[in-house]
């Protein structure tokens, strides 16, 4: 089986290949530190080990409550949840369906997100939505305390039950969160609901491979088993023996940490196929909320090219010169569409005729990166050979070790995230919310 690639070759113009060689040792003890448990948040990583410890029973269990619900003949499978209690499924769904499944309609039930915002309005047109169509729903938090899906549930749970009958609805429901704190724990098992674990060593940036991304993955008709493998086969390509010079991972983490020691602040994740622009938003809470911390860490940004080519092309051509960029490339599409050949040529495209679509789209993803270059902004490539579940689950684990061995390079705790607090506090202080008394005179003499 092939396995992605990273190149980083064009960003030798920056840093040097010694000084990301000279890496080797420090990502060596930094992955002793994540397979040994000895290093910063050493209680959340359960995710190293993730896939090659994942059963034969879980995933039949998780393919047999799919099955259970496709088998209701659901048109929409709800997933209540936020940050990585979504983003991961949305990400991979997205990146394996047609882009136009919405319009398209088909066998396999449409995913919808639902608790990934407190818009009054999406809640509206989503709960419409639902009234005319068969649909069952997840409710995914680890917390089992976050402020917006439990919202968002409340209101759909009331909905589920007036359309189906309190018992049926249970039926139509699975909760997957923590296995005894939080509310929606004590709502799931009184209300005897389908129900999975999140471990507690597994943060929910890190959680994809897990109920909380692979039930929704199933119900949309992927395949899990070999989403998990290419995880499985990632997790030994970067396991603490493979040398530097072999591991994808170590290399990754060199090159970003080099790039930023040498003022480059700004990593934009690349991509020149649409369905990618959910694995970027996966990506920048994986690498933001890891490493945004202490005053410290590289934002993570994204783009779609080549459509933002025509937006912020500009900037990042000759904008301030703090960025670098990491392309998602994919080798081989799934269809091939030809450029006819036009007798009057009045489009002047004769040049293109009978080239397949892809092999413009790969020269402009060339001419841009050497572009970029030219403009000061070092380019990182990662290959994938096709746009499949393998390889996702490959790049899903490569980014999740890296991001790791990058946050213990940075001298941070890649797995906490105390930031997200301050507005939680402000938010529920202005809300009044009981326990919050001091809060809420604080802030309102603020107002
Ligand atoms: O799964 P939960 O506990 O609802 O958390 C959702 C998201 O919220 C955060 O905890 C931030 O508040 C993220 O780390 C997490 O992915």
New binding site residues.
């Given amino acids: 089986m092939k396995s992605i690639a990273l190149k980083f070759d064009k960003t030798f113009d920056f840093v040097s290949k010694d000084a990301v060689y000279g890496y080797a040792e420090t990502m060596k003890k930094h992955n002793e530190a994540l397979h040994n448990k000895t290093g910063k948040g050493n209680d959340f990583l359960g995710w190293v080990n993730l896939p090659s410890s994942i059963s034969e029973t879980e995933l039949a269990d998780y393919e047999a409550t799919a099955k259970a619900l496709q088998a209701k003949k659901i048109e929409l499978f709800v997933v209540v949840?936020?940050?990585?209690?979504y983003l991961g499924a949305k990400a991979v769904v997205d990146a394996l369906s047609d882009s136009f499944a919405q319009l398209k309609g088909g066998d396999k039930p449409l995913i919808v997100f639902a608790g990934q915002n407190i818009s009054e309005d999406y809640l509206y047109e989503l709960r419409e939505l639902l009234k005319n169509k068969e649909y069952a729903m997840a409710v995914?938090?680890?917390?089992?305390?976050?402020t917006e899906?439990a919202l968002a549930f409340r209101l759909l749970k009331q909905d589920i039950e007036d359309k189906y009958g309190k018992e049926e609805a249970k039926s139509r429901i699975v909760a997957v969160t923590d296995a005894s704190r939080g509310a929606l724990r004590k709502l799931a098992d009184t209300e005897g609901y389908k129900s999975y674990v999140i471990s507690d060593d597994i943060?929910?940036?890190y959680s994809v491979l897990t109920p909380v991304g692979l039930l929704a993955i199933a119900v949309a008709g992927f395949n899990i088993r070999a989403l998990v493998q290419g995880a499985v086969d990632m997790e030994k390509a970067t396991g603490v023996d493979v040398p530097f010079e072999e591991n994808l991972a170590a290399q990754y983490a060199a090159v970003r940490n080099e790039l930023y020691k040498n003022g480059k602040l700004v990593e934009i994740l690349v991509n020149y196929n649409p369905k990618l622009h959910f694995v970027a938003e996966w990506w920048k809470?994986l690498y933001g909320?890891s490493e945004g911390k202490e005053g410290k860490g590289i934002f993570p940004a994204s783009v779609d090219f080549t459509s933002d080519l025509h937006s912020m092309g500009q900037y990042i051509q000759e904008g301030e010169r703090k960025l670098f960029e990491t392309v998602i490339s994919v080798a081989s599409p799934d269809r091939e569409v030809r450029i006819p050949t036009d007798p009057e040529n009045l489009d002047g495209l004769n040049f293109l005729a009978n080239k397949r679509v892809d092999e413009v789209n790969k020269m402009a993803e060339l001419g841009t990166m050497i572009a970029h270059v030219d403009g000061g902004v070092p380019n990182m490539l990662i290959e994938l050979p096709k746009l499949n579940e393998y390889y996702l689950g490959q790049m899903i684990y490569f980014f999740e070790k890296a991001c790791g061995l990058s946050g213990y390079t940075l001298g941070v705790n890649p797995f906490d995230?105390p930031g997200?607090e301050a507005y939680?506090k402000n938010m529920f202080a202005l809300l009044e919310k009981p326990g919050f008394e001091e809060e809420t005179k604080a802030i309102k003499a603020r107002l």
């Fill in positions: 949840g936020i940050g990585g209690s995914i938090s680890k917390s089992g305390t976050t899906p943060g929910g940036r809470q909320e995230q997200v939680k």
